[in-house]
């Protein structure tokens, strides 16, 4: 198990890695006491079997210079595996502003190929390559040295599987057509956007059931300034103020460090100082925005009409489509976009690209009344009209 420790042993991998037509990537990162993610761990594997093709790069040397990883991630022609890639695109994109492409996400191709919704790689690894996991080490605080054998053996078995699992599911999408399916999928992982919250946004995330104007204008200045603090200091949302905190001051809506301290949900920490100030100066905020720019309370009158009956139909309808296609049937369609189908929405994501083809045709003529839907035992079967 090799430790790359130098920027000239990371190019000279970097290098054979670029000869080769993919190279497969993990990372291993500390998240519990900041806001952005701190790298610990990268490993990295090529086509073989030697000792050289799989190592892990320890970026917490002092003096390793990532920079012929990102030219490597870079490099067109070389396709970079992931398994569940989100949080490690992040990780990249912050560091140095780079999206590695091509990209292969194999949880994202699984569920094409019929693996189930958001499969593990624990239980790829046991369907493909057929080999199990020693899991003792899930747990490690990956930012300690130095790291013992069992952990170094667990991080490096999250890449070397993966060439398996890789070439098995791309081999399966090129004999049935599918590689574009999952090259659609994947254009949310490829978009910048995707690893850029802000601060002006981060209100959305923020659960309520309450549809004031002048409320929401406080959780959304409180959300405002949470997000900006944390992003400045490195520090966890949840070290400022929780959600149900911003609730409780867009209710109450304190206007001195005494009301404040009359709050029951807010941390200690968050009564004084400067996250003291921030927290009234964004109440403040709230409470004076004018009217015009009041976040937009959905209407009553503008919620959509759904027509039940065919909601439900269009649910069997997926269903079907869901067994006949062997897809997951979250990744065609979710039940917010078959509700939204069933009261005449059409601008939804189930009703474009390839999913209008497994799914959406055969939907929107359901909804038009030139299909019906029959059932034989446990199968589903159309019925033109």
């Known amino acids: 198990m090799k430790t790359i420790t130098t920027t000239e042993e990371l190019a000279a991998f970097c290098q054979e890695a670029a000869k080769t037509p993919y190279v497969t990537v993990d990372t291993e990162f500390l998240r519990e006491r900041t806001y952005y993610s701190k790298l610990c761990l990268i490993q990295l594997a090529f086509r073989g079997d030697g000792v050289n093709d799989a190592v892990l790069v320890d970026p917490l ?42 990209l292969f996400d194999t949880q994202v191709a699984a569920m094409v190929c019929g693996f189930g919704e958001q499969v593990g790689y624990e239980t790829l690894v046991r369907k493909i390559p057929k080999k199990s996991l020693d899991k003792t080490s899930r747990f490690t605080d990956w930012s300690r040295r130095p790291l013992s054998d069992a952990q170094k053996t667990y991080a490096l078995a999250d890449v070397t599987h993966l060439r398996d699992i890789y070439e098995y599911l791309s ?9 574009k399916w999952v090259s659609e999928e994947l254009g949310t992982l490829t978009t910048p956007d995707t690893y ?28 405002r300034f949470r997000e900006e603090y944390a992003q400045k200091n490195d520090i966890p949302r949840s070290r400022i103020m929780k959600d149900d905190a911003i609730l409780e001051l867009a209710s109450t809506k304190p206007a001195d460090m005494k009301d404040l301290g009359r709050s029951r949900l807010l941390l200690r920490e968050a009564r004084k100082g400067d996250v003291a100030d921030g927290i009234l100066a964004a109440v403040k905020a709230g409470v004076n925005c004018p009217a015009d720019q ?7 009158n503008e919620k959509l009409k759904v027509n039940p009956a065919l909601a439900d139909l269009l649910r069997v309808l997926l269903k079907a489509k869901t067994a006949e296609s062997d897809v997951a049937q979250k990744l065609i369609a979710s039940a917010n ?22 799914f959406g045709n055969d939907a929107l003529r359901l909804c038009d009344g030139e299909i019906a839907l029959t059932a034989k035992g446990e199968r589903v079967r159309i019925i033109e009209l």
Do not use: C, M
């Not at 850029?196 to 004031?212: G, Q, Y």
């Not at 009041?294 to 009553?300: F, N, Q, T």
């Not at 976009?337 to 497994?358: H, M, N, Q, T």
């Open 294 to 300: 009041l976040p937009k309370v959905e209407d009553e």
């Open 337 to 358: 976009e078959l509700d939204a189908i069933a009261a005449g929405v059409r601008d939804v994501p189930a009703l474009r690209g390839w999913r209008k083809e497994v």
């Open 61 to 102: 040397v002092d003096g390793l210079d990532l920079s012929p990883l990102y030219t490597l991630f870079e490099d067109a022609g070389v396709v970079k595996v992931f398994h569940a890639a989100r949080q490690d695109l992040e990780i990249f994109f912050v560091d140095r502003g780079v999206i590695p492409h091509p």
């Open 196 to 223: 850029i919250t802000k601060p002006e946004d981060a209100w959305l995330k923020v659960k309520t059931r309450t549809n004031s104007g002048r409320f929401l204008a406080v959780v959304r200045e409180l959300a």
């Open 171 to 179: 081999d399966r999408l090129a004999k049935s057509g599918r590689s």
